[in-house]
């Protein structure tokens, strides 16, 4: 099989588009068998020639090495490699089987990675499982009592289940093809295997993540829900046992000498628990802002100019950023393409934003997180949990400002710009739930975060026309798109302070996203593994 590099694809395109051009492109007319999409992504540099880039995997009849010995100039192309298999590794023996805290993203891949492996892992979730917890979180949603135990930042699929469901990511690493084939595996679409910009969609994670889950039971494993771990024994400075505690308050202590911590960026209880147990931890910037929502007709119309209807392009994206003179910068962060804005609070008194989508992202309006960069020297403080601190300050701001009843303040971006408050609507309807209060964001916000999204809002407008629209609509606040903190691991991925104890995923400080953090739980896994003596099966 041949694979065929940047293959410019006219957006009317089918099979039979596809295979002219590997027979022209490879010079091998009559010889292409079949072709299969390995990368798509679109090109609209040229408002008037938008169109798709390709990769095509190509079965030929014929000498593979003789068609690539003659490729006429320009063309890309190589023997297509083999997809990487997933690692397992043989032989780790464990006392007492393994611990997994949380089953977000890093702990479901951790959690598979260790059953593959017969290690028969435990996994602890504080939250509910994925069913009652969507039913929990649409009764919030709707006006109902908010469960500070199981929400969106918390319970099965973690905060990213109630997102885009994006699979984008910075890192390289073989990995994140198997993890892209586990979730394909597990019912997400086939078209994250191959998409630039892959997602599940919000509708489907739930389906995805609980056949997942059900995959670690059957290998072996065993998944405990609203189980929220309070507590660690240590002997002679490693783990010896897990206390945990049970939604009606009834406790346990679990031995166990290995424990994964995959518990998220919003778990601050545990950040304190670990804190006052002397795990090593350090502050870690991260940012805070809001969502900003605009019409998606108006976003389609700025990134794909005539083509904006085109049924084959879908809803348009962006990502901006950009440095400023008063030393600060800002960028968009988890952009929702015909998406909502929505309340992600994990604690009672606190309004926090996130953005999500369904698969089709069909819905009127677009939103990003507009977020301005946030460094330890501003948390107001020089211990580990001073990020918090900050996180929740501002949070607290958000939800006296919205009314008290987790009601999130927005504004409109012509007022926020002048510094008056807002009265109502402009031309983007908000789509936060359970309501919004139409006020001024600098009460909820520090002053150096308001100043800086003024600035911003101005220059990215001129990378995204419309950006700074006077009716699109801003809702704060947005904290959480990174944990404040870093609990310190060495190369063999335990803490450096706690012998058995391996910090993982986004709320540990070592992944951004979805894909990086089951990344993450994986590499923590395989380390863990090694370290009980597992080894690479053949």
Known sequence: MIRLNNIKVPLDYDEKTLLRLAETKLNARGQVLTTRVAKKSVDARDKGDVHFVMALDVILRGDEQKILSRLPRGVQATLAKPEPKARSLSGARFERRPLVVGLGPAGLFAAYTLALSDAKPIVIERGQDVARRAAAVESFWAGGAFNPRSNVQFGEG??????????TTGISDPRCAQALRVLYECGAPEEILYLAKPHIGTDRLPGVVKTLREKIVALGGEARFETRLIGLEIEDGRVAAALLE????????????????????????????LHSLGVTMIRKPFSIGARIEHS???????????????PALGAADYKLSVRLPNGRSAYTFCMCPGGSVVAAASEVGGVV????????????????????????????????????RFQRRWEQAAFQLGGGDYRAPAQLVDDFLK??????????RPTYRPGVTYTDLSACLPGFVTETMRLALQRMDRQLSGFASPGALLTGVETRSS???????????QSVSLTGLYPCGEGAGYAGGILSAAVDGMRVAEALLSAHGGAARE
Do not use: W
């Not at 905060?159 to 699979?167: I, P």
């Not at 049970?246 to 628990?273: C, N, Y």
């Not at 998606?296 to 085109?310: F, L, N, T, V």
């Not at 944990?483 to 991925?493: A, F, H, K, N």
């Open 246 to 273: 049970k939604a009606d308050g009834t406790q346990e202590t679990l031995p166990t000498d290995s424990v994964v911590l995959a518990i998220g960026h919003s778990a601050r209880d545990t950040f304190e628990m």
């Open 158 to 167: 973690g905060a990213g289940a109630f997102s885009d469901g994006k699979l």
């Open 353 to 388: 934003t996130n953005g999500m989508s369904v698969f089709a992202r069909d819905g009127e309006n677009a939103n990003s997180a507009l977020l301005v960069g946030v460094e330890p020297e501003d948390f107001g403080g020089d211990d580990p949990l001073a990020g918090v």
């Open 483 to 493: 944990s404040p903190l870093r609990i310190q691991r060495g190369e063999d991925c």
């Open 419 to 428: 510094g008056v408050k807002s009265a109502g609507c402009g031309d983007v």
């Open 296 to 310: 998606q007709k108006m976003i389609d119309r700025s990134q794909y100019g005539p083509a904006a209807a085109h």
